[in-house]
């Protein structure tokens, strides 16, 4: 059974970056695709990124050229490198783990608990 954990979350300054980090552990971790995802107060889940096995990324138009997904095969660690923050991305972000190459969320079966991000001046 595939297991998530997130963890970088933080509160930062507009301008500011993060790095989020998601380990996954399971046999067949490396099957699947693995996204991020944010949900801020009283907003729908939002899709972010998503990583392939082999490395290949899509990126929503809405942060594109801010977050950059990527992955270390080898420790299972897919990271959320964000720049440019900014306060309308305060959300709690989350890694996902599922077998279609989309952003809907609910094509993710497996869940982290999520990550706080705080962007305030």
């Known amino acids: 059974q595939l297991q998530l954990v997130e963890s970088g979350g933080g509160l930062v300054q507009p301008g500011g970056s993060l790095r989020l980090s998601c380990v996954a552990s399971g046999s067949t971790a490396d099957r699947y695709i693995i996204g991020w995802f944010r949900q801020a107060p009283g907003k729908e889940r939002e899709g972010l990124a998503c990583?392939?096995?082999?490395?290949?990324?899509y990126h929503a138009d809405s942060v594109k050229g801010r977050f950059t997904i990527s992955r270390d095969t080898y420790q299972k660690t897919i990271y959320l490198q964000m720049t440019g923050l900014q306060p309308e991305d305060t959300g709690v972000y989350y890694c996902?783990?599922?077998?279609?190459?989309?952003?809907?969320?609910?094509?993710?079966?497996?869940w982290g608990q999520g990550t706080q991000v705080t962007v305030s001046s």
């Open positions: 990583i392939n096995s082999s490395g290949g990324t």
């Open positions: 996902a783990a599922g077998l279609g190459w989309t952003l809907l969320s609910t094509y993710y079966s497996s």
